[in-house]
């Protein structure tokens, strides 16, 4: 059992690491060779450019005014200053909802914890059970409910703060709901016109002998939506001739790279192996041998698009329909078109950035076969992946090298050599499998075919959070795998779970307040340091930028992580509910937390991220429903704890809690989740009226004809002739022709460009010396 | 333990009432004045008239020809002999469907039944356990999976049938599932115009302070759905108006009952008492008291029909919106309409004869209370309702009677009469209860605000299966009420329960055979006889009938009774899924249940049976789910006996049963519920553009004007006068006056004529000497 000086070390040890992750941050950001590592967001949007070359040439890099060193926590009211709808503005509702949820946070916590150090620290502590009794006990548990008797009139207290806590909860919740429901609501009809507000995913066209594809779905619209039907984009599998111009770009990287190496080194030609990652193989003249592969891949892509092109085989059975109106779109995409509801699926076609285009390729048989296997091998994941890594672990033991590798035995003997291996192998396997869970939850919902970016992230996170549940709460609270927990629960009674855990949760507090210490705190503080990013930038910089437009390829801006940042924000909710009651000590630490990283993420909200697309609050449905999960589960791990307390009156109190939670949830989900799931007619005809009020002459079609291209056909900038062509034999119809430009280089086309906000690169500039 | 004689006495005993009952039937039928009773659906249709006063007295009540009743079986091959097209026509969807869940129990079970008769009979008898050991069993025991030896390789004889059963059943249903969606499309594409395929009905009107709630309508769906909306009808609260109507005609009654009793015995003018069902209370005059009664009432009506009229308080914030097309209706019921998702809510209108009137008065948020409340009451009603019964038990005893009522005493001690008392007066109680359910349950319903009687009826026949399964399935197999079962479970693992229950399996197959026989065959025939309505109709047509129009109000026809008789249905359903492996010999009852029920049913709904409503099979993704839920219930109950035979190595095939179902039902679901929840717009179109074609100059507002009225304003047929007025009031717009005629001697307004299947009649004549 630690004790309160144990915990003070800890404390001080995560806050140092804290404050230098910050301080060396500070000192990192304000070099100017840095700017884009941590201000990129800012480059992307074309407001701010590379260091002029005028000044001395050390300038250029290094910032040497000492001034600016003393205010190095200066980012963190800057963080703050920007105002929420300037902020919707500059990076996107989807970002400026997610930095509420820590908000949302703070807003519970704080009167919980005010409350619970005023109420129930006091009644706790005022006892002597644990001095009493000669179990081993540290300081915490003396504020915790293990100090209180059994049968004890004071588990009242526990009782009415659960009460207390789970209304306050609540209510915090319904407010946020309503008012995310209405930031959503109101940004959308505040938008800017977007294709995706004309336009349907139609999936599972039925196969016709006599027609196209194309003309199946243009006569079933002109047909079944006669006054509304605009036009539509037959959908490519372009997969291969994706993969190609990948491959074509890598080529290029490294052609670069070797060519800059062979500019500064004109002594030796560089060399490469033709091999797996460039190990083994034959040894070839590297600039002669990319040149090769691009100048033969240069020649596939136009073949291979030729054939996406004319091969019908290679046009899937959906379309993107757009309509005239958004009431035509809202409409269609709410509605079932045909008696076989297999066919002719209609949903609201996400935004152009955020269709994952590989999946739609995708037959709807399949799709549901396909989420049956992922389910199971998630079941599997969940409770079975000790198994593997057990057995991985089992070769990777020292007596299994020596037997294998002989010579490497002389080494391996050394003692020092020998303790570090038996210290750190058997973890690396499991540390290697939790960094790449992420990576594996995303291609588990990659291969159950949903069709956005945002979809993908949503049930990433919602499985990574199971997970976390599974196996990091529950794991850590009764020790064993989850397979064992499950065995275990399996031969329990139902009634008798909960007890099993809740016994075992006050006695966990001070493992999982080193936990928010390590992961909460320094992780934070971590986040902002960019260690990965400035790395890469710098090392991308040196050996592969030639040009301007080079350098802005090497800025790796990320983005928010929803698949794994909002899993971790749940689990401190998590970890939050269950202790309020229990160990109250623990909340102060987890204030920290949502407090610190409230400031870091929208920094670097602000200043660094760059979101791939905009779902417009997509998500909050499933934040709410998590958070009410974890009250559930605290609140039947309170009931059990308190079933073994011999508080038999109070107990049975705590029976209507879930069950008022539930209803709440209910409620909510009827009251608010509509307004992220369907779109409203009244608002559509709202702005379809104004926009025809404002713009009678609109060429619709023409704004609507491309937009749903496949990003291989748009991407390219070394062939825009070719692209022309291609849209005239996609669409056979009049195009208007409009100068794309590199999107990397433009503002995101969803938001408002600098000029509305004239105040931000000003504000932004003041807080920077 | 029941021997084979005893169950053959049994069987002898229940076959024998059974065919009592059909004797009675086919004897009673034949007699004329019992035509009303036995063939009302024809009168209903206007197809079958009362005799004819020509020939003898007594031919008109009795039938003297004998030859008629030496073919007293004949009228099973006439019920047979319909098609399925002609009874749909004939009796409407809803009652053709229904039949099809009878032959889908003959689908399932004649092939279940034979192959388990040929394999696993033979395999369980071929053991001689039970003889080697020294428990008492019966011959039964002998042919079920009680006689294999614990551990033995014929385990998997059972593994496979389960999985055989289980694969057969899924194929049944999916083929089921897609025949019954067919003939649904296509009975609502067949169909003749109906206002509900036009109309909406809207909840939630927000209020306005300047505008009534006509107007906001108006507005709202003239800015909304401007290319579509045609008219609404607001929705009164009449439930006053409703109550003092059928006070009203409840007088008349009467009035008419004492008036044939003066005019049969003049020497005598009746009288009656006031007070609480005629019991108490002053006596006076009846003739006088009723018409003064009536006179009172038909000032009153008048006067609260005004004030609903005119009163704006009286005007619920709901309406029925109609449109111009079919594709407008649909597109509105399926869109959400207003960005607050608790405003404006749409739905398909119910048929106007389905529309449950009271219930359209509850608001929004009453609506989710009224569910938490009925969940947590059901909850209470399943586990708990034997309290209050054993109570009523307690006070229903000989002692207390005798301590409360001494002048009983010298009755109650007369030792036959305490005996009858003693085995009586317990169960009655439950008895009374157990008659009660299903309107305690229809009662629950209607509180939860469902607004239409097919929703109703659907909702009681869910809580009523739950509440068999829990107290007559479980409640059998397990001795001991409810809520010690649920006691023990919370007190028991997860893997424990299917295993407790599995091993009582076997034990328990004599008394279902038995409860089988009394419940499915003898109650079955009892069905036919229709005791209760053939004393009804010929009480009343001796005491109140007056007139045709009377004798035609006396019948009683009856409906289906979805809400009993599925469950009851379903209940063998999961007897014989549940037996099939375990003990083959009880699924021959069950197929000759489902038989015989499919046969009567069929009778009664050609001859007998009116339906209230035709929702067009709604009810089929329950009967569905049901069946599902059954299957999945026999699965783990199989798994659980099996564990406890030591057939360690057969037991984890049966794992992957429940899954697989379970994912065939989510298949189920997505592939064919579509079709009874939502109306595709294809269809809709394709309706209104032949519509289009064929009537080019329908009026259809003022086919659609009226069609919601409340019937309390339509019903009376003594104010013709006034209704038009109302009429008016209510519409303010011009009206196309039709002659309504008394809705009780037309056919059904949805149902094709009696032209159109002219073969109806005389095949039914045919088949009656």
Chains 1, 2 share one sequence.
């Not at 749940?570 to 909340?587: D, E, K, N, S």
Request: hydrophobic share 45%; aromatic share 12%; proline share 6%.
């Amino acid at each position: 059992m630690a004790t309160l000086g144990d915990m003070g070390l800890s404390a001080a040890i995560n806050i140092l690491s804290a404050l230098v992750f910050l301080v060396a941050f500070a000192i990192l950001r304000l070099q100017p060779f840095n700017d884009r590592v941590y201000f990129p967001k800012w480059y992307l949007k074309g407001l701010r450019s590379s260091p002029t070359r005028s000044g001395a040439f050390v300038t250029r890099f290094v910032n040497l005014d000492w001034r600016s060193y003393l205010r190095f926590l200066n980012w963190m009211p800057d963080a703050l200053r920007m105002p929420e709808p300037e902020l919707i503005d500059h990076a996107g509702l989807d970002s400026a909802v997610y930095l509420r949820i820590y908000l949302l946070g703070l807003k519970i916590f704080v009167p919980v914890t005010l409350i619970a150090w005023t109420i129930l620290v006091p009644v706790n502590w005022t006892n002597h059970t644990l001095a009493k009794s000669d179990v081993n006990y540290s300081e915490i548990d003396l504020l915790s409910i293990s100090n209180i008797p059994l049968g004890s009139q004071r588990f009242w207290a526990h009782t009415v703060m659960a009460y207390a806590f789970t209304f306050w909860a609540c209510y915090i919740l319904q407010q946020e709901y309503a008012k995310v429901a209405r930031m959503r609501l109101h940004f959308i009809a505040s938008e800017k016109r977007r294709p995706d507000q004309f336009t349907v995913l139609v999936k599972n066209v039925p196969p016709d002998p006599d027609e196209s594809i194309s003309e199946t779905v243009e006569h079933f619209f002109l047909v079944n939506h006669p006054d509304h039907y605009l036009t539509h984009q037959v959908v490519c599998n372009a997969n291969k001739l994706a993969k190609l111009v990948k491959e074509k770009k890598r080529n290029q990287n490294w052609l670069d790279y070797y060519q800059l190496k062979y500019a500064r080194n004109q002594s030796q030609r560089p060399m490469m192996k033709t091999g797996f990652l460039g190990l083994c193989g034959e040894k070839v003249d590297a600039i002669d041998h990319q040149t090769a592969e691009i100048e033969r891949l240069s020649k596939e892509i136009p073949e291979e698009r030729e054939r996406v092109i004319n091969d019908p085989k290679s046009i899937m059975p959906a379309a993107f329909v757009s309509f005239k109106t958004r009431w035509g779109a809202a409409v269609c995409a709410q509605t079932q078109q045909s008696s076989n509801p297999t066919l002719w699926l209609t949903e609201w076609a996400p935004e152009p950035r955020d269709v994952y285009w590989p999946n739609l390729a995708i037959p709807y048989v399949s799709v549901s076969i396909r989420r049956l296997i992922i389910g199971v091998a998630f079941f599997f994941l969940t409770f079975f992946f000790m198994i593997p890594i057990a057995f991985v672990q089992s070769l990777a033991n020292i007596e299994y090298i020596e037997k294998k590798a002989p010579f490497l035995k002389p080494l391996i003997e050394i003692k020092f050599i020998k303790s570090f291996i038996q210290g750190f192998l058997p973890g690396i396997a499991l540390k290697i499998f939790l960094i790449l869970l992420p990576t594996i939850l995303m291609i588990m919902s990659k291969f159950e075919g949903f069709l956005s970016i945002s979809g993908l992230e949503r049930r990433s996170a919602s499985r990574y959070y199971i997970f976390n549940i599974v196996n990091v709460f529950l794991g850590s609270i009764i020790a064993g795998t989850a397979f064992q927990q499950l065995n275990k629960f399996i031969h329990q009674s139902a009634n008798e779970i909960p007890k099993t855990i809740g016994v075992a949760i006050p006695m966990k507090a001070t493992f999982f307040i080193t936990y928010i210490m390590v992961d909460g705190w320094a992780g934070i503080a971590a986040e902002i340091l960019r260690v990965r990013p400035l790395i890469i930038f710098h090392l991308k910089n040196f050996f592969m930028v030639k040009t301007e437009k080079d350098r802005d390829e090497a800025m790796d801006p990320g983005s928010l992580g929803f698949d794994t940042g909002e899993p971790q924000i749940q689990f401190y909710f998590l970890l939050g509910l269950v202790y309020a009651v229990v160990t109250p000590i623990l909340l102060p630490f987890i204030l920290v937390f949502f407090g610190l990283a409230y400031v870091v993420f929208r920094h670097q909200i602000i200043n660094v991220y760059n979101q791939e697309y905009e779902s417009a609050a997509a998500f909050w449905p499933d934040v709410h429903g998590r958070i009410i999960s974890a009250m559930v589960i605290s609140q039947l791990l309170l009931m059990g704890l308190m079933s073994t307390k011999h508080a038999a009156l109070s107990t049975p109190f705590l029976l209507a809690l879930p069950i008022l939670t539930i209803s709440f949830h209910l409620y909510c989900k009827g009251r608010y989740e509509p307004a992220f799931r369907r779109y409203p007619l009244q608002e559509a005809m709202m702005k379809d009226t104004l926009e025809r009020a404002k713009e009678p002459n609109l060429n619709l079609k023409a704004y609507l004809q491309n937009a749903y291209i496949h990003p291989v056909f748009k991407g390219g900038d070394d062939d825009d002739e070719d692209e022309d062509e291609i849209f005239e034999k996609l669409e056979a119809t009049v195009l208007v022709p409009t100068k794309r430009q590199s999107r990397r280089n433009t503002p995101v086309p969803s938001k408002v460009s600098g000029d509305s906000s004239p105040s931000l690169p000003d504000l932004q500039e003041k807080g920077r010396p």
